[in-house]
């Protein structure tokens, strides 16, 4: 399973003392686009390429313990569904003791940047969806 | 119903031309400040008063429509549930046209930041919930 | 002078209690885009016409005063320097009590998006610069 | 030299398809915390020990060349001044070609959480400064 490791800055945090939950959706979006960069689909070639983007249409987080500036987390990304013209990825969030501080989930869509439509997904995106679906689980 | 109108920042979008996604949570929450202030519970007060903590456990938006930088939308907020010791706001955002762009939940449990359990809810904060709940949809 | 009133917000602020000082140039572009709007230089019309950019080649911000969750600011800006390609803004920045609690400054230059070389300011927004620069000190 | 590594991500751009100004200092003060982290004095120390914070009194920034999403960037850190409640930082930035893209700087005073004023630097951050300020320029 891919993971991404980083740490909570003070930028992330608010005058409460801990992580602002929307800073919470910036992360693992982080942690989405150095998969997709994995993938082969990284952001300038999408964005300049302009042939499909991959807009977000859903997004919900569950905030399971407090997080701090400094703390080091580890965002494991598995895939949820594989549809037509959608994904969704699924995040789940450890602190260094490797206890559960949160969950994620994004959907996404694929649209033609020209008509603003629904288009399916690339094949080449589709095949690596479904590879990385069916090695998760092996590894957190 | 209590509304917040507000303006899509340069700072609110990315590269792809349009808000990005966390970002919509972001200015939900300018709303829910808004909101809380007009019953009496300012983040100022809450934050130095340290008699509870009214964090987010769960956060969740629906994207309908692209938003633009310039882009001016309408936040109305309705009242969730009401518990012991949680409730949850809905969010309804609109464009200038009125047209239906996003939605967005959330839902906070009352802290005593001391303990960092669960508290009930405080009885005047109870109040101003069911009050502004009963309230709702008079008013767009 | 144009003026804009705003209220820092929980996500400006940090760990630390206080807004966090990148923030600070947040709230001013927020001010700039306004003041751009009511010269007819809406973002928007800029970043799709493609005819010139607006970058920001240097920017400052001295803070004089803590800023909490809530406070109320008033930003006034003020032309700096207009140049063939360039100019600077001037942004100064107080609390509800008129206290100067910090100021900041942004430069300009005219960038000609498909050379991304310099390029004359347009005509028009020489001739509001001026005009606002004329005009400038009249109120606060 | 302390050098930080990082990528810009979506949420660092905005709409003009580069990153948005205030961003970088956001990333600069990522590099910050870490050398502060490395000097021994970290932010999560710092805000709950309460004896000194050390506020940004004055910040700038130039922008010499853009920066796109993805883009892998190094950021260097140099001591400016060292006073005797305050110093100062300068952060170089380079892109994957070592080319400047941009320059910062911070400075930042001692202050007592207490009493708000200026309280002298800790001996030991005083003499982590000095050694480091000492070492610069052998660069990794």
Not at 22 to 30: E, M, V
């Amino acid at each position: 399973m891919f993971t991404y490791k980083t740490q909570i800055r003070l930028h992330d945090t608010d005058a409460a003392g801990l992580i602002f939950f929307a800073n919470q959706f910036k992360i693992i979006h982080d942690a989405y686009e150095l998969l997709l960069e994995k993938f082969g689909f990284s952001f300038p070639q999408m964005l300049t390429g302009e042939k499909y983007f991959l807009p977000i249409v859903h997004a919900e987080s569950d905030y399971k313990a407090p997080l701090f500036v400094g703390d080091k987390i580890t965002i494991a990304i598995k895939v949820g569904h594989i549809g037509t013209s959608s994904f969704s990825f699924e995040y789940i969030i450890r602190n260094a003791k490797k206890a559960l501080v949160g969950t994620a989930k994004t959907v996404h869509v694929t649209i033609n940047p020209k008509t603003g439509k629904k288009t399916p997904l690339p094949f080449s995106l589709h095949q690596a969806l479904k590879k990385y679906a069916r090695n998760k689980g092996t590894r957190t």
